[in-house]
Structure formats: structure tokens, C-alpha cells
């Protein structure tokens, strides 16, 4: 390639497509809405100097864009590619959006060849590459990419990529948008939630992390009360009106869901305080540890979706250990909650704390709306301590890392959605202003994670 400096480029593997009956060939996941992680679903990066990863900063259609990072590395002959089928006499015109932060490279279109070029000299705005093809023979043919250093290239730079076309929706599956199915003793709707279907009514027809960023969209501008206020939260939100019934503290580290509780705390007079034992006093915990998303930071700190009334000692004992499945026990507390090293199956070696199965899908729930309310921080969590690195993937989509997204799927599905969630989300929305989507749609968790 007379002329340039270097050539990084990333390939798709090879996938067979169903076709339409007008034999229009075919792009898979062209508006790159699908992603498992920072890998497009149907599509492998392979080459070192390319990473992707999905991004709603430049979108030209959808709610997601590619965001392709090239960077100075050893050159590869590979390309981002894509196999479809085409018929012999028939024309197909293949085409991308693509826009350029800086103009330092170029990006060709591929199909069967090398096609066309976008225009590096024009960056900050999307532009089209496009190609009528006509079919020689019938055959499988590669469409896709390929990207150039040009003169001026510094070692790295970001390109948007979107709206591959023409594209077959149906060829990744997608995820299930059917309800799951409802507890066996079905609970009641709590008052005040008539106008649900207009409050989601943005994130209708949406599957997958385009859903996910819809719902962001919708309960991103909640009214932060500050961190004292939550005090006025728990004494109305998190009181046993569903086991013992006696209007104390629900407080889900010692609750016990089955038998007589072990600690009873009475709101405000047992407010923390100090505490040597079980049982002493409840504290306002975090079950997204504020130390993961960088101490004393508003809104988090005080987001009443994720903070809980609990037992100051237990809570002490959680410290900022991930939620998990506990094998070697160090410590049980009354209700059964539980500290230790997780157990192997978990695929995480660590200590981890385990709530009983009866909150289980509680705290699951509201670690699904952190990953939605805050999708534009979450990213930059990652490295802010040892045990957010151990749960957290460094991606505003997935969010988690596998071995807790997965577990907390299985919680959730478990632990189904209880009438106290019910009415703690509707509390929690009079008190700020904004819902757990998670608790009124638990098949969102599904129609974003999959199964």
C-alpha cells in the first residue's frame, strides 16, 4: 500500500446468514446494537493493534455505535470481514457510516475487494462508503472494512463505525422479550405505579444494550436527597411489614424470612451509633460499595435504590467484599448471611459475602440498576480498588465480569421479585424521583443479559 505508514485492521468471523427471499446478501449486527462485552456478537477481533468497544458517544443509528481505537502495533493482512451469500446476476449495494475523530486514517470498504475509500479529511462528521456489487457467479463473498495509517497518524486514534448495510436483524438471536414467569403466590402492584407503561414507554421494542442505554435515558435524572436524608428513606421503606409484621427494621443480614428473628431494631432508636455485636444497632449500607465508585461521590452515595438498613456489625463484617457463594465459612451472622472464601464453582477466588436466598434477587436487582442508572461512569470504576477490578469488566454494556453476571442472573431468576421490592421501589421513587426498572420489568434483565 504505496503511500502509508501502516495498515490495522480487525476480521469477523465467517457466519452462515439466513437470507431473505430476494437473495439480498446480508450484514449481521450492521448497527452493532449486539455485544458480548467488548466483542460485537457474531464478530472476532484477532488483530493486536485494533479494540473495540461499544459506545453512545457517536451514533448514527440505533443506540450504539462500534468504537474502533487503532493503535501503533505490528502490521496484519487482516480485515473486518464478513461472509454473506450472494447470486449470480443479482446487484447488491453494500454500505457504512463511518466518522473520523481526527483524520489521520482511512478507512476501505471491502466487498469481494477492496472498494472505496472514506474521506480522512473530513473528520467530526459520519460519512458514507458505499458499493453497488454485482454477482458474477453464485458464491460466498467477504463485505466489511479495512483501515490505513495515513501521514500524520501519532499512534492512536478513534473511529466510529455504524449502520453496515443492508442487515438481517434476525440473524443473531436475540434476547427473549417475553415475561418470565410470575411467583407462585403473585403479588400486587403497589399504589401509585397505574402510569408504569408511559414512565418506560422510551424503552419500548428495545432488546439488548440499546434497552439498557433507553432505560439509563429514563432514571438518569433522579433528585439526589443527599446521604443524611436516606435515614428518612429506610424508616419508612425498610420496615417488616411481610414476616413478623411488627413494623421494626427489615434489615436483610439478619432477617430470618422463616422463624423468629435473633435482632429486632426499633427505626430511629436504634440508629448507629457504635457497635461491638450483632444486634447493637442498624446501620445505612451500601450494597454497592462506595469504595467502587470512589468514596463520597454524589449521586451514588446516596442512591436510594442501592442502600439498605442493616446491621451495623454485619454490615462492618460485609465491608467491601463482592456479594457471592460462600464455601469455607469465616463467619454466619443470625439470619444466615454469610463470609468466607468463595466456593470453586463460582469461577472467583476470593473472600466473598452471601446474603440468604430470600434477598438474594434484592440485592442482584439492584446491582442491574446500578449498571443502568450510572452506564456513562461506570466504565472508570473498575481500578478504583482491588475488589471492584474482582466484579467489574471495564465496559459500560456487561458491566460485570462473567463469573458475578452470572450469578447474579441466577439470583435474580431465584429469588423472583417480592411485594416488599415492589413497595420499597415505589417508596424510593417518591423519596428521588426515579424507578428500579429491574423491579417493575424483571424480563428486562434477560432482554439486555440474555439467560
Request: glycine letters at 8%; charged letters at 20%; a negative charge.
Amino acid at each position: 500500500m504505496k503511500g502509508y505508514l501502516n495498515c490495522k485492521t480487525f476480521t469477523l468471523s465467517a457466519l452462515a446468514l439466513l437470507m431473505s427471499h430476494n437473495s439480498v446478501a446480508q450484514i449481521v449486527n450492521g448497527d452493532f446494537e449486539q455485544w458480548n462485552g467488548n466483542v460485537p456478537a457474531g464478530w472476532q477481533v484477532i488483530d493486536s493493534g485494533i479494540s473495540l468497544a461499544p459506545s453512545s458517544t457517536q451514533v448514527k443509528s440505533g443506540g450504539l455505535a462500534a468504537e474502533v481505537l487503532v493503535s501503533t502495533s505490528t502490521q496484519s493482512n487482516t480485515d473486518l470481514l464478513q461472509t454473506v451469500h450472494v447470486e449470480q446476476g443479482k446487484s447488491y449495494d453494500f454500505s457504512v457510516s463511518v466518522f473520523h475523530t481526527e483524520g489521520n486514517l482511512k478507512a476501505r470498504l471491502v466487498a469481494d475487494g477492496y472498494q472505496g475509500y472514506s474521506d480522512n479529511l473530513k473528520p467530526q462528521q459520519w460519512q458514507d462508503i458505499s458499493f453497488n456489487y454485482t454477482a458474477t457467479t453464485t458464491k460466498d463473498i467477504q463485505v466489511g472494512l479495512r483501515f490505513y495509517d495515513v501521514s500524520g497518524f501519532d499512534g492512536t486514534e478513534v473511529v466510529y463505525v455504524d449502520h453496515f448495510r443492508p442487515t438481517d436483524s434476525t440473524a443473531i438471536p436475540q434476547p427473549p422479550t417475553d415475561p418470565v414467569e410470575p411467583p407462585t403466590d403473585p403479588v400486587d402492584p403497589p399504589a401509585g405505579t397505574e402510569d408504569l407503561e408511559a414512565y418506560y414507554q422510551a424503552a419500548e421494542g428495545k432488546t439488548g444494550f440499546a434497552l439498557k442505554t433507553a432505560l439509563h435515558n429514563i432514571i438518569r435524572q433522579h433528585n439526589s436527597q443527599g446521604y443524611t436524608a436516606i435515614w428518612e428513606l429506610v424508616k419508612q421503606a425498610d420496615l417488616d411489614n411481610y414476616y413478623e409484621k411488627d413494623g421494626s427494621i427489615l434489615d436483610m443480614y439478619s432477617e430470618n424470612p422463616s422463624d423468629s428473628d435473633a435482632v429486632t431494631f426499633t427505626k430511629v432508636t436504634n440508629q448507629c451509633g457504635q457497635y461491638s455485636k450483632e444486634g447493637d444497632c442498624y446501620n445505612r449500607e451500601h450494597s454497592f460499595p462506595k469504595s467502587w465508585f470512589g468514596g463520597k461521590v454524589e449521586p451514588m452515595n446516596s442512591d436510594g435504590h442501592h442502600l439498605f438498613a442493616t446491621d451495623g456489625y454485619v454490615n462492618a463484617k460485609r465491608s467491601n467484599w463482592p456479594f457471592g457463594e460462600v464455601g469455607s465459612v469465616t463467619y454466619t451472622s443470625s439470619n444466615g448471611s454469610k463470609l468466607g472464601q468463595a466456593k470453586a464453582a463460582l469461577g472467583f477466588n476470593g473472600t466473598v459475602f452471601e446474603p440468604v436466598d430470600e434477598f438474594k434477587g434484592d440485592f442482584a436487582r439492584a446491582y442491574f440498576y446500578i449498571a443502568t442508572r450510572y452506564e456513562n461512569e461506570i466504565a472508570s470504576w473498575e481500578g478504583n480498588t482491588t475488589n471492584s477490578d474482582a466484579v467489574l469488566d471495564g465496559t459500560n454494556t456487561t458491566v460485570f465480569e462473567p463469573w458475578l453476571l452470572a450469578m447474579l442472573k441466577r439470583w435474580h431468576t431465584n429469588d423472583p421479585v417480592s411485594q416488599k421490592e415492589l413497595d420499597r421501589n415505589q417508596s424510593v421513587y417518591k423519596f428521588q424521583g426515579n424507578r428500579n426498572p429491574f423491579v417493575d420489568h424483571p424480563e428486562f434483565v434477560t432482554a439486555i443479559w440474555g439467560n
